[in-house]
């Protein structure tokens, strides 16, 4: 990997929170994953143990599809300046395995699995008399 300088005058991120990367700079390997089990209830009554072992949802433990590479791809990058230069950069958010790089890098794979659940005390979905 050939490896350049990144200079960057500002970045500003407003929230950055499961698993999100700022990097600034080269790197090797940046493999962000993340687990979110999300609960909405019609009241907000929790109790503090409604999950307590992720492993009971497949979502969490499915082998991921990865695409199939059918072509023969081939790559020539000259970098004429071994300077990355930025201005500025405003993020407002960076989450779920997100990731904000300025640099080069070899592997970036990135995983989030979110699995939702919401709970309501009568059928949403059923008609109105």
Do not use: C
């Amino acid at each position: 990997m050939h490896s350049r300088s990144s200079l960057v005058n500002w970045v500003y991120v407003t929230s950055l929170d499961s698993s999100g990367i700022v990097q600034i700079g080269d790197s090797n390997q940046i493999t962000p994953e993340t687990k979110i089990y999300a609960l909405q209830r019609e009241q907000p009554i929790f109790n503090g143990n409604e999950v307590e072992d992720l492993t009971q949802f497949p979502i969490y433990s499915q082998p991921l599809p990865l695409p199939l590479l059918t072509e023969d791809l081939r790559q020539t990058t000259i970098h004429e300046n071994p300077v990355i230069k930025v201005g500025s950069i405003r993020i407002t958010g960076i989450a779920a395995s997100s990731v904000l790089h300025v640099g080069s890098t070899r592997t970036i794979r990135t995983e989030a699995r979110v699995k939702h659940n919401r709970e309501y005390f009568s059928d949403p979905y059923a008609e109105e008399d």
